[in-house]
């Protein structure tokens, strides 16, 4: 026991006691700094809280295959999202438009949320035109910024019309999701959550996008209005109360 005792490293105080006192204030900042806030108000149930009737327009069967909202076969969508929807709605003039949305609770680093601008090239589609727009007909306390885009596969012409929420703002590049979730994280110690609202409509020229679109925005706005009413901030950035 004695041999043991002198085998002993000696301690220096002198180094020692700063090294326990940096460990220790290192422990309470990571503590303190780690997010305990969530942008998140309840958990999503796309199938049942989703009206399948919005003002207008009807849910009905799907005449196209939607894109998946992975960029690959191999992304499980229960993994990378907590809920997903896909349906078509159409009005009592038989225009349709196919609705996708992807939900993730808590957004990290790796960004969790997929881009049609990723998505549709995988599945086959060729680009067409890109635009960022802003959707000032859906705007509450924040603009909502995305794209509306032209996409050729599977021998027809698709016109989207996206945006990205990340907790209470509307991003279009990875980089804007992954700084925009590390200042909240830091800053705000608050977790943000991020969803995909996409819808698409399936045309038979280009003369005609111009004309997809606005229909897309018309029932966008419905859309957004209904869904918010009772679950505000779910689609559009809302700063609500912590």
Known sequence: MKDLFLKLPDINLK????????????????????????????????????????GEWVEVQQSTPQVSVVSDERSLISQLYDDTLMRSYADKNGNQIMVALAYAKEQRQDVKIHQPDVCYPAQGYQMQKTETVSFDALQRTAPVIGKRQLYYGQNHLEAVSYWIRVGDSTLTSGIQMRLKIIKDGLLERRLDDGILVRVS??????????????????????????????????????????
């Open 15 to 54: 180094t020692g006691v700063p090294l326990l006192v940096l460990s220790v204030i290192f422990m309470v900042l990571a503590t303190s700094l780690k997010p305990h806030l969530h942008y998140a108000r309840t958990d999503s149930n796309f199938e049942q809280t989703i009206p399948r009737v919005i």
């Open 201 to 242: 409509s399936v045309i038979p020229d280009e003369s005609k996008q111009s004309e997809a679109y606005a229909l897309q925005e018309h029932f966008l706005k419905e859309f957004v209005d209904t869904i918010e009413k009772q679950s505000p901030g779910l689609l559009v950035p809302t700063h609500l109360k912590q």
